[in-house]
């Protein structure tokens, strides 16, 4: 059974997937009551699940009339994962902007679950807490040369 975020995370990508103008707009207050749940569990699930580096910008307007739009990113046609992560993966990445980008080339098809897998493995195996700035260079090298390896390799039969 998955997490109280993920069932959130999952009605709002429904609503985007099947919404006719590309974008959804919700209320912040109506989503918590459907869900049960406090308002800040909604802000939590829009600050970690609908990032840029995932695909999606959300704008928000407090108060009673507020409102909360998210818009998916178009992921266009020449831009491939391959260019996405020469453009992301600098000389150093943080956890959190790793983990988008792998979840955003999940997204797009670029990676299945498994290749996601194997690359967080990876990447996220090497951590230590001795050097931070030492780990994010490390974890940008290894990330590039795991999904570069991955994204490059022909198609399996």
């Known amino acids: 059974m998955g997490s109280l975020s993920d069932y959130i995370e999952s009605y709002l990508k429904l609503l985007l997937d099947t919404g006719p103008h590309g974008f959804v707009e919700v209320q912040r207050r109506e989503l918590a009551e459907r869900f049960r749940c406090a308002p ?20 928000t307007r407090r108060g009673g009339g507020g ?15 391959i260019q996405m992560v020469y453009e992301s993966v600098g000389d150093a990445i943080d956890r959190k902007a790793a983990e988008d980008l792998i979840a955003r080339l999940v997204d797009m098809g670029a990676l299945d679950c498994k290749d996601a897998a194997c690359v967080r493995a990876a990447v996220f195996d090497q951590e230590s807490d001795e050097d931070p700035e030492l780990e994010g260079i490390i974890r940008a090298r290894v990330l590039r040369a795991v999904l570069m390896l991955m994204l490059t390799r022909p198609p399996m039969e």
């Open 40 to 59: 800040s569990q909604i802000n939590y699930v829009l600050s970690t699940r609908f990032t840029v580096e995932r695909g999606y910008v959300v704008e």
């Open 67 to 81: 409102y909360i739009r998210i818009f998916k990113l178009d992921d266009e046609p020449e831009t491939s994962g």
